[in-house]
Every structure is written in structure tokens, then in C-alpha cells.
């Protein structure tokens, strides 16, 4: 046993750690709890200079810094959570950007992973849309009821059904074939602030659902 120097209590030896400085038993003079709280306190005071400090260590040592936080989020799966919404919530616009950004950058890649994705989990997949069907039916029909209204309002005489239905053929193939969801999307927007564009088999294309969802209603001139 031993008294701690810092609250006077005897504690065990167990609850030392080790100080080669002091000679008569190689034990810190303050209990493990004091030692603590005296770093806490001291930080309290030099936030700054303590900020600074980690700053300088994670520059120079980023695979350290890259494995903590990965053992840490893998010991802490619901605080990582947390901690990730949080931030969301916070820089939701930068999120946002910097998603559309990578995809942008590694398209081939995001699509395999989400590809591989949905074939590991098909029978997960189908239930969640269901449910999601279900619990959101009117939202679906209301959304669906705008696009049939905005594809009827563009639709014009002289459109070829036959080749219209070719590119919804199209990307039910692609679909089944690749396992990679495509979709029919109109390379000018039916609904645009300053642009509306036909349903004509000339401003149709078949793209994945991950370009249309990327794509959504913006238009860029070629």
C-alpha cells in the first residue's frame, strides 16, 4: 500500500504506475486517478499549446492517426455513429458536395461496390422497398403522379413509340445483364427553371441509376 501524494489516500500498488525517478519503491507518486486528473487540468489550461501539439504529432505521423481511428470506430460503433451525424448535420451542403465529388472521381468503382452490394443482400433489399413502399405509398404516388403529368405535357406528335419503348427495353437489359441498376433519363429535364426538353426518342438516354441520381434535373449545355 501506499498514500498518494495528491488526494492522502492508501492505495494499493496496483494503482501506481511506474517512475523510474523515485528510487525508494519505483512507483509515481500520484495514484493513477490524481495523474489523470492533473493532465485533464493542465490541458483545461493550455488548450492552445495542446491542440498545437497533437496537431504537429498527427502531420507527422498519419498511418498512426489512421489506425487509431479505425480501431477506435471499430470499438465504438455507436458513437462513430453519432460522432458521423453530428457532423452531417453540421456541413451537410460539404457532405453533399464532397459525396458527388468522389463518386464523380470513382464512378467504375462506386458502381461495382453498390453492384456487389445488392447481390449479396437481395432478399434484405427486397424486403426494406417493400416496407418502404408500404409505409410511404402516397409520397410514391404523388411522385409518380407529377411524372406522368410532366412526361404527358411533353410528349409531342411526332415521337415514335416503338422507339421510345426501345430504351425502356434497353435498360431493363442493362439491368439484368450487368446487375448494375440503369435507368431511361432525358438529356434535357421535362422540369427545368429555365429549360424543358421533349419526350422524343432523341432526348433519351440510358444511363445507370447512379448517373440519373447525380444527374437529377440539371441540364448542361454540350
Same mark, same amino acid.
Not at 489550461?45 to 470506430?73: C, F, G, H, I, M
Not at 459525396?99 to 449479396?120: E, G, P
Given at each position: 500500500?501506499?498514500? %498518494?501524494?495528491? %488526494?492522502?489516500?492508501?492505495?494499493?500498488?496496483?494503482?501506481?504506475?511506474?517512475?523510474?525517478?523515485?528510487?525508494?519503491?519505483?512507483?509515481?507518486?500520484?495514484?493513477?486517478? %490524481?495523474?489523470?486528473?492533473?493532465?485533464?487540468?493542465?490541458?483545461?489550461?493550455?488548450?492552445?499549446?495542446?491542440?498545437?501539439?497533437?496537431?504537429?504529432?498527427?502531420?507527422?505521423?498519419?498511418?498512426?492517426?489512421?489506425?487509431?481511428?479505425?480501431?477506435?470506430?471499430?470499438?465504438?460503433?455507436?458513437?462513430?455513429?453519432?460522432?458521423?451525424?453530428?457532423?452531417?448535420?453540421?456541413?451537410?451542403?460539404?457532405?453533399?458536395?464532397?459525396?458527388?465529388?468522389?463518386?464523380?472521381?470513382?464512378?467504375?468503382?462506386?458502381?461495382?461496390?453498390?453492384?456487389?452490394?445488392?447481390?449479396?443482400?437481395?432478399?434484405?433489399?427486397?424486403?426494406?422497398?417493400?416496407?418502404?413502399?408500404?409505409?410511404?405509398?402516397?409520397?410514391?404516388?404523388?411522385?409518380?403522379?407529377?411524372?406522368?403529368?410532366?412526361?404527358?405535357?411533353?410528349?409531342?406528335?411526332?415521337?415514335?413509340?416503338?422507339?421510345?419503348?426501345?430504351?425502356?427495353?434497353?435498360?431493363?437489359?442493362?439491368?439484368?445483364?450487368?446487375?448494375?441498376?440503369?435507368?431511361?433519363?432525358?438529356?434535357?429535364?421535362?422540369?427545368?427553371?429555365?429549360? %424543358?426538353?421533349?419526350?422524343?426518342?432523341?432526348?433519351?438516354?440510358?444511363?445507370?441509376?447512379?448517373?440519373?441520381?447525380?444527374?437529377?434535373?440539371?441540364?448542361?449545355?454540350?
Amino acid at each position: 500500500m501506499k498514500v %498518494c501524494s495528491g %488526494c492522502n489516500i492508501n492505495k494499493d500498488l496496483a494503482q501506481y504506475n511506474k517512475n523510474k525517478s523515485v528510487k525508494k519503491d519505483g512507483l509515481d507518486r500520484y495514484c493513477r486517478d %490524481c495523474t489523470k486528473q492533473k493532465f485533464v487540468d493542465w490541458r483545461n489550461k493550455n488548450v492552445e499549446q495542446e491542440n498545437n501539439r497533437n496537431r504537429v504529432w498527427s502531420n507527422l505521423n498519419p498511418d498512426k492517426v489512421y489506425d487509431a481511428n479505425k480501431k477506435w470506430a471499430k470499438n465504438n460503433p455507436e458513437k462513430r455513429k453519432l460522432q458521423r451525424k453530428r457532423y452531417y448535420l453540421k456541413n451537410k451542403e460539404k457532405v453533399r458536395m464532397d459525396c458527388k465529388k468522389y463518386i464523380s472521381d470513382n464512378f467504375n468503382k462506386v458502381a461495382a461496390r453498390l453492384s456487389q452490394y445488392r447481390l449479396n443482400h437481395i432478399d434484405e433489399l427486397k424486403t426494406y422497398y417493400k416496407q418502404h413502399l408500404i409505409e410511404n405509398r402516397s409520397k410514391y404516388n404523388s411522385r409518380n403522379a407529377k411524372r406522368r403529368a410532366a412526361q404527358k405535357s411533353a410528349s409531342v406528335s411526332w415521337a415514335c413509340p416503338i422507339k421510345i419503348q426501345w430504351f425502356y427495353d434497353e435498360a431493363q437489359r442493362l439491368t439484368e445483364e450487368t446487375g448494375i441498376s440503369h435507368d431511361v433519363d432525358h438529356k434535357i429535364p421535362l422540369t427545368h427553371p429555365k429549360i %424543358c426538353g421533349f419526350h422524343h426518342e432523341d432526348n433519351l438516354q440510358v444511363i445507370t441509376s447512379l448517373e440519373n441520381g447525380i444527374k437529377s434535373n440539371k441540364f448542361t449545355p454540350e
